[in-house]
């Protein structure tokens, strides 16, 4: 089946780092991969969309890759701040699926003053 | 743009109550919302895909006569949780796609209803 992994334990780091969160997902073909923020209490908040035929995407201090041979994605926040604590979930819709998203459990980052 | 409002935030009740929660795209049409059902650290769970003037669509293991979705217009959808009992307490997200968009679009999502049955 299906599978989506994202590092279910906290990412920790300091405030100005570059933080780096992976998901991972199996027996998948997905067309596109999508990232949102999600704080405690709220929905989810779209961040970045990237398709299977690009290599990364970039919007100010984040920056997306999509390695389809890898089956991986990464997740990056450069000039990491406060704000940025928050849980962060990748989301994957396959060729077929027709605006069904399957989202990962997510990372919680947390970033330290 | 393309704020979507879910309402209640939060409920409290008795078991077997019948709960309604509502989503509204505020300033877009929605052909097309989503109900998830997420539990504390996991992942959203899809409930159903909810299409406006049809039936929605119930993923495998969610019971449609417990949980009934009505998308009566472009702007508005329901999710009424039937006679309620405690299994049923989470925390269920609604969103939203902006009608006319490509499959690669992303979802708006509202901000939950907290749904808590004593």
């Known amino acids: 089946s299906q599978k989506i992994e994202q590092n279910s334990e906290a990412l920790n780091i300091q405030e100005g780092k570059t933080a780096t969160l992976t998901c991972n997902y199996t027996n998948y073909s997905p067309a596109y991969l999508q990232w949102y923020r999600q704080d405690p209490g709220r929905g989810p908040v779209f961040l970045l969309l990237i398709r299977e035929n690009e290599k990364e995407k970039r919007k100010e201090r984040l920056k997306v890759t999509f390695d389809t041979t890898l089956k991986q994605s990464l997740f990056h926040i450069t000039a990491s701040q406060p704000a940025d604590s928050a849980t962060y979930l990748c989301?994957?819709?396959?060729?077929?699926?027709?605006?069904?998203?399957?989202f990962g459990s997510g990372t919680r980052l947390l970033v330290r003053p | 743009g393309a704020v979507v409002s879910q309402h209640p935030s939060r409920v409290i009740c008795k078991s077997g109550t019948s709960v309604k929660i509502e989503c509204r795209s505020l300033?877009?049409?929605?052909?097309?919302m989503f109900w998830y059902r997420q539990f504390p650290k996991k992942s959203l769970m899809l409930m159903a895909t909810s299409n406006e003037g049809s039936k929605a669509t119930y993923e495998q293991g969610v019971e449609k006569d417990k949980f009934l979705i009505n998308h009566a217009s472009l702007t508005l959808s329901t999710l009424t949780v039937t006679s309620a009992h405690p299994e049923d307490s989470s925390f269920y997200i609604c969103?939203?796609?902006?009608?006319?968009?490509?499959?690669?679009?992303?979802?708006?999502f509202g901000d939950g209803t907290r749904l808590s049955i004593l």
């Open positions: 300033d877009f049409q929605a052909t097309t």
């Open positions: 989301a994957l819709v396959g060729v077929d699926s027709s605006y069904k998203l399957i």
């Open positions: 969103s939203a796609l902006t009608s006319g968009t490509y499959s690669n679009q992303p979802q708006h």
